[in-house]
């Protein structure tokens, strides 16, 4: 199995920035796509951001996109993400999780506890 704990997460201004980082550990090598997704209070979860083994290719939702980067560190068995210019509705707890299948927007494995960003206004 794989553990993934996030961090990062905290109190930021409308506008600002942050980086997440979400550490894998365990049978990391059975890990390919990984991807971040983020829950607000009364939402269902949603996917964020995206990307591939190597790191050559990435896709976003709609609604980060041009704001967020995600990235990975293999060597270390992290991924990163991102998140600038940053609005009140993105205000979550952010997970990280793998994707079997490039291009779903459905994360595969156990839920980590998630790393809590909020934006004020």
């Known amino acids: 199995q794989v553990q993934l704990v996030e961090s990062g997460g905290g109190l930021v201004q409308a506008g600002g920035s942050l980086r997440l980082a979400c550490a894998a550990s365990?049978?990391?090598?059975?890990?390919?796509?990984m991807g971040w997704f983020r829950q607000a209070p009364g939402k269902e979860r949603e996917f964020v951001a995206a990307?591939?083994?190597?790191?050559?290719?990435?896709y976003y939702a709609d609604s980060v996109k041009g704001r967020f980067t995600i990235s990975r560190d293999n060597a270390n068995n992290t991924i990163y993400l991102q998140a600038n210019k940053l609005k009140p509705e993105d205000t979550a707890v952010y997970y990280c999780?793998?994707?079997?299948?490039?291009?779903?927007?459905?994360?595969?494995?156990?839920w980590g506890q998630g790393t809590q960003l909020t934006v004020s206004s």
């Open positions: 999780n793998t994707i079997v299948t490039w291009g779903s927007t459905l994360g595969s494995g156990s």
């Open positions: 990307i591939n083994w190597s790191g050559s290719n990435t």
């Open positions: 365990g049978r990391t090598r059975s890990i390919y796509n």
